[in-house]
């Protein structure tokens, strides 16, 4: 059997400065573990930030944080060349793209030019400037937030980028007790002092080599690509979930598997991720009510509506 108990801790330390949002810790880690990007959707102030930097600190991962604004450039993000009079020669300056852990905050704040140079490193692992390619280290790892849809200054995330994404999560206003747990934590000292590493990137890739180990029957995978079938022909749907959706939510489903300490994946693991890595990715028709909301609802329906496998 191999051990989770790695993972588990890496969820403990950033549960410290991350209270009451159990689910979404864990959903976070999964796509880590499933070299999966996260897109958090809320409205400010309900601990996103703190969450990436808590992520960032357990996993002893190299940290960059942009907040975007329509005056963010492209070159912010990928670096630039700048001439070296004593050598004759240009030479390449780093941007906030090359680290592990990248923050996008407030993505939807931001040019399209400058979201396509983040769509380049999120999905070929380089950034080009000038002509010249330059590797993000591994693991990297975005972790953007935005605004939900018509807050003042945002623009709505085209198709292409949105499907980049493993998972779109919302963490909501936290539960009355939980939010008196977390002004309690507060009086006493910074939540993020008390988080401590619990694991470096060398024992990150190891979990992700343990993850890419576990088995998934050909029934889960039919059971996969029959959902996602089932919301290409959705009469209230414009457009369904593309292929790298299935690929992702398999991926998804080895983590959850994963860190329940099981080696194989079952329905019930599809079943948690589902919504989560599906419902950003459809595309309702065009001035159709309800917005990211509907989108759920109906991946929801989906869910209900697609029989699931029973595994010998």
């Excluded at 993972?7 to 999966?36: C, F, H, N, P, S």
């Excluded at 790298?244 to 991926?251: G, H």
Aim: proline share 5%.
């Amino acid at each position: 059997m191999h051990d989770n108990q790695l993972a588990v801790q890496v969820v403990g330390e950033v549960k410290k400065a991350v209270v009451g949002k159990d689910e979404i810790v864990a959903k976070t880690l999964m796509a880590v573990l499933a070299r999966g990007h996260v897109l958090l959707e809320d409205i400010p102030g309900v601990g996103k930030t703190t969450m990436a930097i808590a992520f960032s600190k357990a996993l002893g991962l190299k940290y960059s944080r942009v907040q975007f604004t329509p005056d963010v450039m492209p070159s912010d993000l990928t670096g630039f060349s700048l001439y070296n009079k004593a050598t004759g020669q240009m030479e390449y300056q780093p941007g906030a793209l090359l680290c592990n852990l990248f923050l996008a905050d407030e993505l939807n704040r931001a040019t399209s030019r400058t979201q396509s140079a983040l769509l380049e490193a999120m999905e070929e692992g380089r950034v080009t400037v000038d002509g010249v390619s330059h590797p993000i280290p591994d693991p990297f790892l975005v972790i953007a937030t935005q605004n939900p849809t018509g807050a003042s200054g945002t623009q709505l995330l085209p198709d292409s980028q949105l499907d980049r994404f493993a998972l779109r999560l919302t963490m909501g206003y936290p539960a009355p007790a939980d939010e008196m747990e977390l002004l309690q934590r507060k009086m006493r000292g910074s939540l993020m002092d008390t988080v401590r590493q619990a694991a470096d990137r060398e024992q990150l890739a190891a979990l992700r080599d343990q993850v890419d180990r576990v088995f998934v029957d050909d029934a889960v995978l039919d059971y996969i690509l029959r959902l996602v079938r089932a919301t290409r022909d959705h009469p209230g749907l414009a457009q369904g979930a593309s292929p790298r959706a299935a690929i992702s939510v398999a991926n998804l489903c080895r983590s959850s598997a994963f860190l329940r300490g099981r080696d194989y994946v079952i329905p019930e693991d599809v079943k948690f991720v589902w919504a989560d890595a599906i419902a950003h990715r459809l595309v309702l028709p065009a001035g159709a009510a309800g917005g990211p909301q509907r989108a759920v609802d109906i991946a929801l329906e989906v869910l209900n509506a697609t029989r699931a496998p029973r595994l010998r």
